[in-house]
């Protein structure tokens, strides 16, 4: 069946401009996270969605970031007047339900770059 | 202190050794634990969960010690293919996974 999607694959935006970082999850899955991995580092946890529940957004680095998820499935990740330091690959995951308790199935990531 | 460590590598074997990582988690009251791999620029994808009793997936044994608070990954018979980096991985309780930041496996011929 269809995994977790991401689109673009790739961007390239200049400091200041605004992007929209899109993930449709796998159909059926209830629970939707996003991570950045920068090169080299771990896996940094930004936002949490579980059903209808308030997501949680305890790992969004600054108030330029947010996200949402429309429908319980398709999630879209902003990041508004983009930094440099904002450049690393976005990872978008998907797991039946939350909690922390099942497998997570990983998109294959958008590389941001800003310039 | 980091709430999940792991030692980053990179651990040098050469094919058919045996290789174990280690990883620490800060949380006691961590309850799920999971081992996951990621090949380079790549994602990452699961490689096996880690029971209380530990478990074993062919060549892989997984060890949990709460105690101490340390998870265990052991290969055996390393295989060129098994190149890659190492996630711990800890459900803290608070509704989400922590990764540690991987310990990167190189296996040479």
Partial sequence: GAGVSQSPSNK?????KDVELRCDPISGHTALYWYRQSLGQGLEFLIYFQGNSAPDKSGLPSDRFSAERTGGSVSTLTIQRTQQEDSAVYLCASSLEGGGTYEQYFGPGTRLTVT | RKEVEQDPGPFNVPEGATVAFNCTYSNSASQSFFWY??????EPKLLMSVYSSGNEDGRFT?????ASQYISLLIRDSKLSDSATYLCVVNTGFQKLVFGTGTRLLVSP
């Fill in chain 1, 12 to 16: 390239v935006t200049e400091k200041g």
């Fill in chain 2, 62 to 66: 997984a060890q949990l010690n709460r």
């Fill in chain 2, 37 to 42: 791999r990621q090949d380079c620029r790549k």
